[in-house]
């Protein structure tokens, strides 16, 4: 009995951590907590500490319908994104699947959107960091994209940056983002951050972009 309580009490734990211990946004001018999301379990110890650096998706790993029928295991250092990223990395195996699926099943808020339509984007950038290792990442990220291209907001003008499991990425100048949660989602207006999404929205990542850009 000691010992199926125990073996349940662990599960319980790892359910509930995420990509990390805490969740929360940060605009330029302060700090806000968002509510806890449960996850599923972050890497296991096997994996390897740091990630070797590269993109090495898909190393001996199966291909073409072979993929397709695959359960992948995103855990797996092999196939993790690291460093400068582009789109359609994440439309190629083994990433397509959730990509797509999360992409399609989010529906933005209208009204929201409606507000974001008014708000000047001419001089927007943005910054997304993820690690495809990631629950988190990978129910965000195609979730942001999906909000972005209903906004009418230009890929080329998204910078998509990958990390392993210790949020490094083999980018010169990546320390400076001071990144400790992903995603985080960056905003720039004239190449000044005006704020962030980190890791989750406080309420959707509509409403929490108009407010950043809102100034809110």
């Not at 999301?37 to 001996?60: C, M, R, T, W, Y």
Request: with cysteine; charged share 20%; aromatic share 10%.
């Amino acid at each position: 009995m000691r010992t199926t309580f125990a073996i349940l009490l662990v599960a319980a734990i790892g359910v509930l951590a995420g990509c990390s211990a805490s969740r929360k946004n940060r605009a330029v001018a302060g700090e806000y907590s968002a509510e806890a999301v449960a996850e599923q379990q972050s890497p296991e110890a096997k994996v390897p500490d740091v990630a070797p650096f590269g993109n090495v998706a898909l190393a001996g790993k199966p291909e073409g319908d072979e993929a397709t029928a695959h359960v992948w295991d995103f855990r797996d250092a092999t196939t993790w994104l690291l460093g400068d990223l582009s789109l359609a990395m994440l439309n190629n195996p083994p990433h397509y699947e959730w990509y797509q699926k999360g992409y399609a099943a989010y529906q933005p808020d209208q009204g929201v959107m409606a507000g974001l339509m008014e708000l000047g984007k001419d001089n927007l950038t943005i910054t997304i960091v993820l690690g495809t290792w990631c629950p988190d990442s990978r129910r965000e990220v195609p979730h942001f994209i999906k909000m972005t291209d209903l906004w009418g907001f230009p890929h080329e003008r998204i910078k998509f940056i990958g990390v392993d499991i210790n949020k490094i990425a083999p980018l010169a100048d990546y320390p400076q983002l001071a990144i400790e949660r992903v995603p985080t989602f960056i905003f720039y207006v004239n190449n000044i951050e005006k704020g962030r999404i980190i890791e989750v929205p406080v309420t959707s990542l509509e409403q929490d972009t108009k407010n950043i850009l809102e100034g809110n």
